[in-house]
């Protein structure tokens, strides 16, 4: 059925106008490709984390560290280690074989490879685990530690993979090659450097893959294979990139050819690598680069040096050094922003993110040449040279583990109506929480209707003078979810940001992170643009700012225009 309006005595089609504002936002929306969603969804899925190489962990570190274990191989650990879903560690070792660790230490299973392992592994969503060896040889392992299959290159493989949204896996080889593999281990394309390709490749989010190789050029590839552009230095081997939030390039200096040059630090643009900055660092080499949560770039100075740095993401200026040891990686950054590092003086550092100062320090029994890695529960995974897998955690095992889970029954809702919020409390043990008590001041723009508790637990009180809602909810044993529902009236449209505070006489160091804390968007009783629930994100017009509104009449209007010039 074709239905007409008159807009201006000009008569439009419902259906053209429909079109039309459906290819407006299509266009509008941005689209942005999720470049880690062929990544395991597990605490460590590759080096340095992610496919940006930030080195950013979602889990918190310990605060005062201890060593829990160590796991001895029978060779140098020259690879950093990933964890899997189930908490499982993989990591290779100079030794010939690839292992798998529980979360304990325990052994689950080892594969014998052929040559020492020196490419740290990257676990796939579907369990798959690759890394490459000396002889050539990549490896793709099944979760059982049983061969999937095998793909032989030219040269050693000292790059530690990558894995692109559509499942291809990205490496580089001695043999001056970097291949791109589909997931049944056949060649999808390979491009040829002029040298040898070492660095571990970094994968921006519009699905961009960039590596370094000895040949001194810092390359830019399409997903097909193609060149997208190349940043030659002219003087130095390049470090393994890094990628910021803004989709800058940071890249550093690994090895001058003179060393009486300082090695530089650049930061290029994505789209074309020109030069953004340059900063002279005063060193003979530097390590890979991290991305601390403010955006700063980390990395140390190299074998030949102690330092580590810190600089500013917008002009390349330095921030803070601090020295220790001998700095051969990059570091591991806490999800409140602490960075970790090893050193070759056998110690395992953390310092404070914003002045560069130690917070501690932890001394292993070798030298520690790999980024470590930061699990669940506090703990940090560093690989040694002395061939050892040391397990940091805290010296105070966590009593207890709280959570919230925040929810609302409506995510956009209007001037006048009643949402209802709920807090479930949750305890993921081991032990009893301790007198535990829950706070929420209730936002401006909502009013106080009721509270109760479906579970029982009822010594609850509200503040009408604080806005406060107060509830004890006493010793909360393991496994234990109470659940909190709040009735409340919608006084005036605008943003409504929900978060609870949780205490505990318990020692529970990561209380803070567990509790959740949700968004949603009050609307006026006449507005017509919709805003949804966020965990910082808005639901409706992606990003553009527009409302559907004025848009729809944009559209009427230019259409108008179209049949006027038509008639």
């Keep these: 059925m074709d239905f007409t309006i008159d807009f201006q005595r000009k008569t439009i089609k419902i259906t053209v106008v429909v079109l039309t504002i459906f290819g407006v936002m299509l266009f509008l929306s941005p689209v942005t490709a999720d470049t880690d969603s062929a990544l395991a969804d597990s605490p460590q899925p590759k080096y340095q984390h992610d496919n940006q190489n930030t080195g950013q962990s979602p889990y918190l570190g310990p605060e005062t560290p201890i060593e829990k274990w160590s796991y001895t191989t029978g060779g140098p650990i020259l690879t950093s280690p990933a964890i899997g879903k189930d908490g499982s560690i993989y990591f290779g070792s100079n030794d010939r074989n690839f292992y798998a660790l529980s979360s304990q230490g325990v052994n689950i299973w080892s594969y014998t490879t052929d040559a020492s392992i020196l490419s740290s592994p990257a676990i796939a969503e579907d369990g798959t685990i690759y890394f490459g060896t000396a002889n050539g040889n990549f490896y793709a392992l099944n979760p059982d530690g049983t061969l999937k299959w095998k793909y032989t290159t030219s040269g050693s493989i000292m790059s530690s993979p990558a894995i692109g949204n559509d499942g291809s896996i990205y490496f580089g080889s001695v043999d001056g090659n970097f291949y791109a593999l589909n997931p049944d281990g056949t060649l999808n394309w390979k491009y040829t450097t002029g040298g040898t390709v070492t660095s571990s490749p970094a994968i921006d989010k519009g699905g961009s893959i960039y590596f370094a190789s000895s040949d001194k050029n810092l390359y830019a590839l399409n997903q097909d294979g193609t060149e997208k552009w190349s940043f030659t230095t002219g003087r130095s081997v390049l470090t393994p990139p890094a990628i910021g939030p803004d989709g800058s390039i940071y890249v550093g200096e690994k090895w001058p050819i003179d060393t009486s040059i300082a090695a530089r630090y650049f930061a290029l643009n994505p789209a074309d690598g020109t030069m953004r900055w ?7 080499g530097v390590t890979a680069p991290a991305i601390g949560i403010d955006g700063s ?3 140390g100075e190299g074998s030949i040096g102690s330092k580590y740095f810190a600089l500013n993401p917008l002009d390349g200026t330095l921030k803070w050094t601090f020295t220790s040891g001998g700095v ?16 070759q003086d056998g110690s395992l550092y953390a310092l404070d993110p914003q002045s560069g100062k130690l917070k501690w320090a932890h001394t292993t029994g070798g030298s520690l040449e790999t980024p470590p890695v930061i699990g669940p529960g506090g703990f940090i995974y560093s690989s040694s040279y002395n061939g050892k897998l040391y397990a940091i955690g805290d010296q105070q095992t966590p009593q207890s583990s709280l959570y919230v889970k925040t929810s609302v029954d409506k995510t956009s809702p209007r001037v006048g109506e009643n949402i209802q919020v709920t807090f479930k409390v949750g305890n993921n043990g081991p032990s009893v929480a301790l007198q535990t ?3 929420w001041q209730i936002p401006t723009n909502l009013k106080y209707r009721n509270l109760y508790s479906p579970d029982g637990y009822n ?16 010793d909360i044993p ?17 943003e409504i940001i929900i978060s609870p505070i949780l205490s505990t006489s318990s020692y529970d160091p990561y209380i803070n992170t567990n509790t959740q804390s949700i968004t949603i968007y009050a609307q ?39 049949s006027s010039r038509l008639d």
Excluded: C
């Excluded at 393991?478 to 605008?494: N, R």
């Excluded at 994100?537 to 990003?543: A, D, Y």
């Design 524 to 562: 006026s009783a006449s507005q017509t643009t919709v805003k949804g629930y966020s965990s910082g994100k808005t639901v409706g017009m992606q990003g553009t700012g527009l409302s559907l509104l004025p848009l729809v009449l944009a559209v009427l209007l230019v259409m108008t225009g179209l």
């Design 437 to 439: 008590t829950f706070n």
């Design 478 to 494: 393991a496994k234990t979810d109470p659940t909190l529902v709040v009735d409340l009236l919608v006084a005036s449209a605008g």
């Design 459 to 474: 010594l609850y009180q509200y503040n009408s003078a604080t806005k406060t809602i107060k509830w004890n909810l006493g």
């Design 297 to 299: 770039i980390l990395f």
């Design 278 to 284: 340059t900063h002279y660092t005063g060193s003979r």
């Design 328 to 343: 051969n990686s990059p570091p591991a950054i806490a999800k409140d922003g602490t960075i970790y590092f090893g050193s």
